[in-house]
């Protein structure tokens, strides 16, 4: 007999709703209806809230000027460095599979990841320190990640996200509010040790034999195998102590490898010197709109902010090829 079963099943936000409670661990978030949004929205019929959230970042114009944002080496000539999307998208990966073997939900993480970073300037972490002195208590990334998604595009993330997104880096506390943030937490920090670690062989910055030897024999080669090796370490650990963590002799041996980078790459020299030069770019920016406001463009003009902060969120938007176009057009001499 013909088998005249239908050839799809449909799969609703509430069938995977049911799903979630029946299946995910215990300390995992679930997503219930339309989720815990500032403004109260209609649940979406198919995709849950978390999911739904991921496509607002992937849709957003702050993650798509990403690829055109500096990861580590700045201004690099070649195809395969990574950029800050290539980042997110890494962290998205390792993100995933850590919430998929924790039983954690894995959309939440996945929209975190893919969001985490939307607030860096031009040019890394110098542009930190380039906007910094702006501010009195300084300005980081993570911050400004939840003001695109609540002022400048204010896409209603739910509170789950954008508190993922405020806590995804150690420097920052309170910690994120559920294990799905500190899986993006880790995650974050084992892809940039991974890849970039893999940019800088690339770069001829250093070589396999200059990494120290607890990385080299704890961790194997740079690239998927650390990757694996770390995301194991945090599942293991965390399955043994009920709270998402790593073993603390690969966490010993990440920390080491992460001062190993600080030294030798990231305050490499020559990255100082194009350190230096990205900070007078982004200075130059900011104290030119600063005198020059009505050269912001609308959509970087919250009206409720100070004059600070809506160049800040301008200059801070840019990608690095805009800001350096933009800074030659106001400042290198017309011949």
């Known amino acids: 007999m013909m088998d005249t079963a ?25 997503a219930l209806g339309a989720g815990d949004r500032a403004r109260p929205e209609e649940p979406d019929p198919y995709r849950t809230a978390f999911e739904r959230d991921r496509d607002r970042i992937l849709h957003s114009k702050a993650f798509r000027r990403l690829k055109h944002k500096t990861q580590v080496f700045l201004n690099p000539e070649g195809d395969h460095y990574v950029t ?21 939900n894995e959309a939440l993480a996945e929209a975190i990841a893919l969001g985490h970073d939307v607030g860096h ?13 702006y501010f009195s208590a300084g300005w980081h ?24 997104i405020r806590a995804h880096t150690w420097r920052i506390q309170p910690p994120p509010s559920t294990p799905e943030g500190m899986c993006v937490r880790y995650a974050d920090r084992i892809a940039y040790l991974s890849h970039d670690a893999l940019d800088a062989l690339r770069a001829g910055v250093v070589g396999r034999d200059d990494f120290p030897a607890s990385t080299r024999a704890h961790l194997g080669e740079p690239g998927t195998e ?26 010993a041996v990440m920390h080491e490898q992460r001062a190993f980078m600080f030294a030798r790459v990231y305050l490499d020299g020559e990255n100082e010197r194009r350190k230096h030069g990205a900070i007078a770019v982004l200075r130059a920016l900011m104290d030119h709109h600063l005198a020059h406001p009505e050269q912001v463009p609308p959509g970087y003009r919250d009206n409720d902010a100070d004059l600070v902060t809506q160049v800040a969120d301008y200059v801070a938007g840019m990608t690095d090829r805009f800001a350096l176009t933009t800074h030659d057009r106001l400042f290198r001499p017309r011949l």
């Open 84 to 104: 800050r999307l290539t980042h997110a998208l890494q962290v998205t990966q390792v993100a995933r599979s850590l919430a998929a073997g924790l039983g954690l």
């Open 6 to 30: 239908a050839p799809f099943r449909e799969r609703t936000r509430a069938d995977r709703e049911r799903r979630e409670a029946e299946d995910l661990a215990p300390a995992a978030t679930r």
């Open 121 to 133: 300037t031009p040019f890394g972490h110098t542009g930190e320190e380039a906007l910094a002195p």
């Open 141 to 164: 990334h993570a911050a400004q990640g939840v003001r695109v998604y609540e002022v400048l595009e204010d896409t209603n993330l739910t509170a789950e996200v954008r508190d993922g």
């Open 226 to 251: 650390w990757i694996g090796r770390m995301v194991h370490a945090v599942i293991a650990h965390s399955l043994a102590t009920g709270e998402v963590a790593m073993t603390p002799e690969t966490l």
